[in-house]
C-alpha cells in the first residue's frame, strides 16, 4: 500500500459521526445492512440515478461519478454509475458518491487518476465502509464470534468462515470487509496482505470455495457484473410530458429513450420509426462512445 493515504483519528471520527447520522437520516436504525437498498435510497435524497455499462480499461475506469446541475428554480443531482463493475462494487461506489453529495466535493469515483484529491477520495472510501458496515456492528460481531477483540490467534480459515458470512450480510466487496477488519485493528499487517491478495471471485480459490458453499445465491449475486441500463422513473415521467407537452419531436422522443434501451411503445405511444433511425440508435446504444467521455 505504497504512498497510501491515512486518516486522522480526527477525521475518522467525524467520518463515523457522518455516516451515522446518514443512516439515521434514511431511517436505518442499529446494525441493520443498507446492501441493496442503496439504490432506493438515493431516490430519497432526490438524486437522478443514470445506470450504464461503460466499457473499461485496465488502467483507468469510470466506477461512479456526481453531477450537479444548477436550474434557475433549482438543482438537480445526477449519479451515473457503471454497471460493468460486479455488483457489490456497485453498492460501494454509490455509498462513495453520498458522500460526494453530502459534503459537495469531489467530481468523479475514479481510482486510479492521479489528479484526483486523494485525501477526499480516502475520506469518500471510508464513509462508504462505515454506511454499509458500522464499526459498532463488526465489533458486535468480531466479539459474538470469537468471543474476544483480539484475533491473533484465529486461523485463516476461521477468518474466510467470518468473512463469508460478513459478505453475505452485508454486501460489501471482499477487500472491502477485509480493509475493514484491518483498519478498525482486529487483525495484523501481515493477516491483512495475506487476505486481501486472494483471488476472492475465483470461485475455485479458498474463499472462493468456502463462500458458495456458505452462500451460494450471495456469491452469484455479487460477483455478477449486471450490464443494466437504467435511469430514474422521475426523469422517465419527465420526458414523457415534455414530449406530450410538444417540447419535443418524436424523433427527439425516439432518441432519448433509446439511450436506456426503452422505446415509446413501452408507454403506450404508437409512432414510426424508419430503419435507418433504428440502425442509428442501435450503433449509439452498442458502440460504447459514450464510455470515452
Known amino acids: ?33 443498507v446492501a441493496k437498498d ?24 469510470m466506477d461512479a461519478n456526481i453531477t450537479w446541475f444548477e436550474t434557475k ?10 454497471t460493468s463493475l460486479y455488483y457489490d462494487e456497485q453498492i460501494f461506489a454509490l455509498a462513495h458518491e453520498l458522500y460526494h453529495f453530502i459534503t459537495k466535493t469531489g467530481k468523479a469515483y475514479v481510482a486510479d487518476e492521479e489528479d484526483e484529491d486523494r485525501l477526499t477520495e480516502k475520506k469518500a472510501d471510508r464513509f462508504a465502509a462505515e454506511l454499509l458496515l458500522p464499526g459498532e ?12 477483540s483480539d484475533l491473533s490467534t484465529v486461523t485463516e480459515l476461521q477468518l474466510l468462515r467470518f468473512i463469508a458470512r460478513l459478505q453475505e450480510e452485508w454486501w460489501l466487496p471482499y477487500r472491502s470487509i ?15 496482505y495475506y487476505l486481501f491478495h486472494i483471488d476472492a471471485r475465483d470461485p475455485d480459490s479458498k474463499y472462493g470455495k468456502i463462500f458458495s458453499n456458505m452462500a451460494r445465491e450471495c456469491q452469484r449475486i455479487l460477483n455478477e457484473k449486471t450490464e443494466c441500463i437504467e435511469i430514474s422513473s422521475r426523469i422517465l415521467e419527465l420526458f414523457i410530458q415534455n414530449y406530450e407537452d410538444g417540447y419535443m419531436t418524436d424523433d427527439d422522443f425516439v432518441r432519448l429513450l433509446g439511450l436506456f434501451g426503452k422505446s415509446p411503445e413501452d ?15 442501435r450503433e449509439l446504444f452498442e458502440g460504447g462512445d459514450a464510455a470515452e467521455g
Open 73 to 82: 428554480y433549482s438543482s438537480i443531482t445526477f449519479i451515473g454509475l457503471n
Open 267 to 281: 408507454f403506450g405511444f404508437e409512432l414510426c420509426v424508419n430503419g435507418e433511425d433504428m440502425e442509428e440508435l
Open 137 to 148: 456492528a463488526l465489533r458486535s460481531r468480531v466479539v459474538s464470534q470469537f468471543k474476544s
Open 178 to 192: 477485509v480493509f475493514r477488519i484491518w483498519e478498525e485493528g482486529y487483525i495484523g499487517e501481515d493477516m491483512f
Open 38 to 61: 442503496i439504490f432506493m435510497l438515493l431516490e430519497k435524497k432526490d438524486i437522478i440515478l443514470c445506470q450504464y455499462p461503460f466499457q473499461t480499461e485496465v488502467e483507468s475506469h
Open 1 to 33: 500500500m505504497k504512498h497510501e493515504i491515512v486518516l486522522t483519528e480526527e477525521q475518522i471520527n467525524e467520518i463515523k459521526k457522518l455516516a451515522d447520522n446518514t443512516r439515521k437520516e434514511l431511517g436505518i436504525f442499529g446494525d441493520v445492512p
